[in-house]
C-alpha cells in the first residue's frame, strides 16, 4: 500500500485514510467515565496524538505498539492543536508497507557522519586516547549500532541515526570550544563520544524503542565504564591516571546528583563536556518541537521537559533599513513636485526653437 498522506501535510478538517505507525496506544477514561483510545501515530514526517472514542477495548486486543495500521478519520482541532479522530483503523501485514515510509531519521546519512566523526578523532594528539577510541569506533558491533540507534526513547535525537548525530555535534563543538577554553580537546572530545555510545546497550532497536533490560538494570552510565576497561586493556602500558579522568568525565556528564549524576564534574574537561551535552540536547529538543508540535500558531503547547512553551517561527530579520513613513511620504511629495515640474518646463519648451547663427 503505497502512503500518500503524511503527518506534517495535515491540516484541520483534513479527512484521513492512510497507513501510519502506532508509537502509543492505551485505554483511558473519560469525564463521563467511558473509555476511550489515546494513540500517537508516527510515519517518517512527524508525530500525531489521536483518539478514538469508540470500541477502545477491542481495539487494544487487535493492535499493539510497533504496528502500522491503516487509519479512517478526521483531523481535529482542539486548544489550539490538531489531533486526528479515529473512526476505524485494522493492522497491516508486513508486505503491504514499506517500512522506511514510517521511521524518522537524521538529516544527514550514518555513513557520511561517521566517517567525519573518524577524522576527528585521527587528529587527536593524545595518543592513548586516540588508539582507545579508534578501538571502540572500529568495533564491528559497536560501529553497526551507532549508526542506527536513537540517542533517547522520545525526546532529544530520538530518530534513527540520533545518537550518532548528537556524539557528531557534541564533538565539533570540542574541537571548537577546548581551545577558547585552553583545556585539553583530547579528553574532551573522548567525553564527547564516549559519554551516551552505551546507549547501544541502553535502548532497543526498532520504531518503538524501549529500555532494554541491562539499559534498566545497569544503564549507559556503568556500561559506558565497562566498555572504557574493556578497550584499554587491549593496549600496551594504557596509563591507569588516563583512564581515571576519562572515566570521570563519563561520570558527571550528567552534571548535577538531581539529574542522577553519580558525580560532579571537578575537572574544567569534565565540566565542558556536560555543558556541550547539555547544550546540544536541548537545541535538538527546541528544533523537534518546532517541527512536530501541531499547535496552530507561533506558539507550541507546553512542553514538559523543557518546562516552556517555544516560538516556533523565524525571528524578525532586516537586512536593510526601514524607511520611516512621514520621512518616506515627504520624499515621495518632493519627487512628484520635482516631476511636476520637469513637465512643466517640458510643456514650455517643446515649441521655442533656437535659430541657427547667421553669417
Not at 497491516?92 to 557522519?113: I, S, W
Not at 580537546?185 to 518503538?208: N, Q, T
Not at 532494554?212 to 574493556?230: A, R, S, Y
Not at 569534565?270 to 547544550?279: C, G, P, Q, R, S
Request: aromatic residues 8%; charged residues 25%.
Amino acid at each position: 500500500m503505497n502512503k500518500t498522506q503524511f503527518i506534517s501535510q495535515l491540516n484541520a478538517k483534513d479527512d484521513v485514510l492512510s497507513p501510519f505507525l502506532v508509537k502509543y496506544i492505551a485505554t483511558a477514561e473519560g469525564k463521563d467515565g467511558k473509555s476511550y483510545l489515546n494513540v500517537v501515530l508516527a510515519d517518517n514526517s512527524g508525530e500525531i496524538e489521536a483518539r478514538k472514542w469508540q470500541g477502545a477495548e477491542l481495539a487494544m486486543q487487535k493492535i499493539a505498539a510497533g504496528d502500522v495500521v491503516i487509519v479512517n478519520g478526521k483531523v481535529n482541532q482542539f486548544q489550539n492543536r490538531i489531533q486526528l479522530i479515529i473512526q476505524e483503523m485494522s493492522k497491516l501485514d508486513d508486505n503491504q508497507f514499506k517500512r522506511e515510509d514510517y521511521v524518522q531519521k537524521a538529516g544527514t546519512a550514518p555513513e557520511k557522519m561517521f566517517a567525519e566523526l573518524l577524522v576527528i578523532v585521527k587528529e587527536l594528539e593524545e595518543v592513548y586516547l586516540r588508539d582507545l577510541l579508534l578501538a571502540i569506533l572500529n568495533d564491528y558491533e559497536i560501529a553497526r549500532r551507532l549508526k542506527i540507534w536513537q540517542a533517547g526513547k522520545s525526546i532529544h535525537h530520538a530518530y534513527q541515526s540520533g545518537l550518532l548525530e548528537h556524539i557528531l555535534s557534541c564533538s565539533k563543538l570540542a574541537v571548537t570550544l577546548s581551545p577558547h577554553y585552553k583545556v585539553n580537546v583530547s579528553y574532551v572530545v573522548a567525553g564527547c563520544i564516549l559519554h551516551d555510545i552505551c546507549k547501544i546497550y541502553e535502548l532497543s532497536e526498532g520504531p518503538v524503542v524501549e529500555y532494554t533490560e541491562e539499559g534498566k538494570l545497569i544503564g549507559h552510565l556503568v556500561k559506558g565504564l565497562e566498555i572504557v576497561d574493556l578497550f584499554a586493556s587491549k593496549i600496551n602500558n594504557f596509563p591507569y591516571s588516563v583512564k581515571t579522568h576519562l572515566k570521570h568525565i563519563l561520570l558527571s556528564h550528567h552534571g548535577e546528583y538531581e539529574y542522577g549524576s553519580p558525580k560532579i564534574p571537578h575537572t574544567s574537561e569534565a565540566f565542558l563536556v556536560h555543558l556541550i551535552d547539555l547544550m546540544d540536547s536541548k537545541m535538538s529538543s527546541f528544533e523537534q518541537v518546532k517541527k512536530a508540535d501541531s499547535s496552530t500558531n507561533h506558539w507550541s503547547g507546553f512542553v514538559k521537559h523543557l518546562d516552556r512553551i517555544v516560538y516556533k517561527s523565524q525571528l524578525p530579520s532586516f537586512t536593510s533599513y526601514m524607511v520611516d513613513e512621514k520621512t518616506f511620504a515627504k520624499e515621495k511629495s518632493t519627487k512628484s513636485d520635482l516631476n511636476g515640474k520637469k513637465t512643466a518646463m517640458s510643456n514650455l519648451l517643446k515649441d521655442f526653437k533656437i535659430d541657427g547663427d547667421k553669417e
